[in-house]
């Protein structure tokens, strides 16, 4: 996705344009995007290229088990480490 997707740029006026990547696989991804101008039959080539990556996240201990709990007991907890098996930062939220 391209943002914006269109415009009109005056006589040396500027636009930076965002390439939005969001890859749905893990493989590499290759774009060729045409520029057209208004009145003239020529367009310009932007090629963009990326790579989709498989998350890797572990688990340490890999399995764990909370023992029952009573009502009114008081809460029970386990410590579980998440471990980033990437060279890349991965954001971690509970749902």
Do not use: C
Not at 21 to 46: G, H
């Amino acid at each position: 996705r391209l943002e914006p997707s269109s415009g009109t740029l005056q006589p040396g006026e500027r636009v930076i344009v965002k390439a939005v990547f969001a890859p749905r696989e893990a493989r590499p991804y290759q774009l060729k995007i045409p520029i057209k101008l208004t009145n003239n039959p020529k367009s310009r080539t932007v090629t963009l290229r990326g790579a989709g990556e498989t998350v890797a996240i572990s688990f340490d201990p890999p399995l764990t088990s909370l023992g029952p709990v009573l009502p009114f007991a008081p809460p029970t907890s386990v410590k579980v480490d998440i471990v980033n098996d990437t060279d890349h930062d991965l954001e971690v939220y509970s749902l």
